[in-house]
């Protein structure tokens, strides 16, 4: 069983580069989230999705895009990363939005 | 808003000495509290889900338990695989969102 898949695991952009951090998982869950972990900050949602076709907005949303047109795939959008977007970002999917949750592995993103 | 606080942020143990990790929580409508486990490098892994004071669940050598205000995770004898982050959640309200603490890191010495 894959689970919940996050490419890439590490990357380095420019300040003002755009990119796509890809998400999918296999369990047919209909809701998937995105989160950012900073040291000190504990894990903060960014956006999330409860189907295909719907999402909403997180805890931290400025600065990032997402989508969801099928149920297996969530990709989030940077789309002028900034140095503050330094993060460790997980992708997370659970069958409804109050039972447990699937991690990806997660991206190490460095903005310089 | 919803507030979780986790305590100690680092508890270093001797192999076999037993303890109990905090999570406290303020949220209006509580819907579930969580815990997981995060090794380094890695993703966090599901452990727990309670849903009302009072409710326990066990998992091996880790409990955790339930009251309104608060929830513990109680370590019997621990061994040096137990070392990691433990994590602590919750959903309240009619949203979908997941709060998080900021976890306590857990060493465990041979």
Redesign the interface.
């Given at each position: 069983n894959a689970g919940?898949t996050q490419t890439p695991k590490f990357q380095v952009l420019k300040t003002g580069q755009s990119m796509t951090l890809q998400c999918a998982q296999d369990m047919n869950h209909e809701?998937m989230?995105w989160?950012r972990q900073d040291p000190?900050?504990?894990?903060?949602?960014i956006h999330?999705s409860?189907g295909a076709g719907i999402t909403?907005q997180?805890?931290v949303p400025n600065g990032y895009n997402v989508s969801r047109s099928t149920t297996e795939d969530f990709p989030l959008r940077l789309l002028s990363a900034a140095p503050s977007q330094t993060s460790v970002y997980?992708c997370?999917s659970s069958r409804v939005?109050?039972?447990?949750?699937?991690?990806?592995?997660?991206t190490r993103l460095t903005v310089v | 808003e919803d507030q979780v606080t986790q305590s100690p942020e680092a508890l270093r143990l001797q192999e076999g000495e037993s303890s109990s990790l905090n999570c406290s929580y303020t949220v209006s409508g509580l819907?579930?509290l969580?815990w997981?486990r995060q090794d380094p490098?890695?993703?966090?892994?599901?452990l727990f889900?309670l849903y009302s004071a009072g409710e326990e669940k066990e998992k091996e050598r880790l409990k955790a338990t339930l009251t309104k205000k608060e929830s513990f995770l109680h370590i019997t004898a621990p061994k040096p695989e137990d070392s990691a982050t433990y994590?602590c959640?919750v959903?309240a309200g009619a949203g979908?969102?997941?709060?998080?603490?900021?976890?306590t890191r857990l060493m465990v010495k041979p």
């Open positions: 919940v809701y989230s989160y000190g900050m504990g894990l903060r949602l999330y409860v909403d997180g805890e997980f997370a939005s109050n039972t447990e949750a699937f991690f990806g592995q997660g | 819907r579930g969580f997981y490098g890695k993703g966090p892994e599901f889900t994590l959640a959903q979908n969102m997941l709060t998080f603490g900021g976890g």
